[in-house]
């Protein structure tokens, strides 16, 4: 089993990034995928989840109307969209494969891409 993310990188303030998250191993359109994101010394923190079928989406407060969540079951690879990037946002962003759209565990987890918002 695999998750891969790509797409991190360095980006200025109000600008964009697209992360991907390749999965293989596993039926990747069963799950629920997540993205969570941990910046130096915070908790890890649940950025935004889509359902197996993408019905259901949500996102924490901090990043509704800036990142958007999808999927494409036929290439097994989830996406965050972020735009208006904030230097708070800077973190390793990792996605993560689970049976439940917004909850503590979960079943994969990927490597992490690095995320660094600054100008």
């Known amino acids: 089993v695999q998750l891969v993310e790509s797409g991190g990188g360095l980006v200025q303030p109000g600008g964009s990034l697209k992360l991907s998250c390749t999965a293989s191993?596993?039926?990747?359109?069963?799950?629920?995928m997540r993205w969570y994101r941990q910046a130096p010394g915070k908790e890890r923190e649940l950025v935004a989840a889509?359902?197996?079928?993408?019905?259901?989406?949500k996102y924490v407060d901090s990043v509704r109307g800036r990142f958007t969540i999808s999927r494409d079951n036929a290439k097994n690879t989830a996406y965050l969209q972020m735009n208006s990037l904030k230097p708070e946002d800077t973190a390793a962003y990792y996605c993560?494969?689970?049976?439940?759209?917004?909850?503590?565990?979960?079943?994969?987890w990927g490597q992490g891409t690095q995320v660094t918002v600054s100008s």
């Open positions: 993560a494969a689970a049976r439940a759209l917004w909850a503590k565990d979960f079943t994969y």
């Open positions: 191993g596993f039926t990747f359109r069963w799950y629920v």
């Open positions: 889509i359902s197996s079928g993408s019905a259901a989406i």
